[in-house]
């Protein structure tokens, strides 16, 4: 999304039937979008809370390795956990590749937190 596109969503004034389509197709063709597209918006809203629910657990996570000085990431998790997204993936017919991109792209975010914390905690106990 670009900044203008950004500015023209915002989160308060949502227009579930905002489209760069409006007026250049067919009612029935944008009615039909426009149904399909109110599943997209609650997928969309459901990724955004489960996110934020994974992102609250990892911050828990974050505190334990930073006070038992554990390293920030854990490789034989990731490796066991993308094999099993990947098979979950391909039983439910979504690109493998794309699920385990999904996943690391989440992680490494998660290791910048992780990272984030250890550094807080550090500079608190060289402050006592
Ligand atoms: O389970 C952990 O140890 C985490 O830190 C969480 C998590 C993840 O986001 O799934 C993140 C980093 C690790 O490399 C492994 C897994």
Same mark, same amino acid.
């Given at each position: ?5 950004? !500015?023209? !969503?915002? #989160? =308060? ?17 944008? =009615? ?11 997928? =969309?809203?459901?990724? $955004? ?11 828990? $996570?974050? $505190? ?7 390293? !920030? ?5 990731? #490796? #066991? ?13 979504? =690109? ?13 975010? $998660?290791?910048?937190?992780?990272? #984030? ?12």
């Amino acid at each position: 999304m670009t900044e203008q596109n950004h !500015a023209l !969503a915002d #989160a =308060d004034s949502f227009d579930p039937s905002a489209s760069s389509l409006a007026g250049h197709v067919d009612q029935a063709v944008m =009615d039909e979008l426009l149904s399909i597209r109110s599943s997209i918006d609650n997928i =969309d809203a459901t990724l $955004v809370y489960l996110l934020a629910e994974r992102f609250k657990a990892t911050q828990k $996570v974050g $505190v334990l390795k930073a006070t038992y000085k554990l390293p !920030a990431g854990d490789p034989g998790r990731e #490796a #066991a956990q993308i094999a099993r997204l990947r098979r979950l993936a391909e039983e439910a017919h979504l =690109d493998p590749a794309f699920a385990e991109k999904f996943l690391n792209f989440i992680i490494s975010e $998660v290791i910048r937190h992780h990272e #984030a914390i250890a550094e807080d905690h550090q500079a608190t106990i060289a402050q006592a």
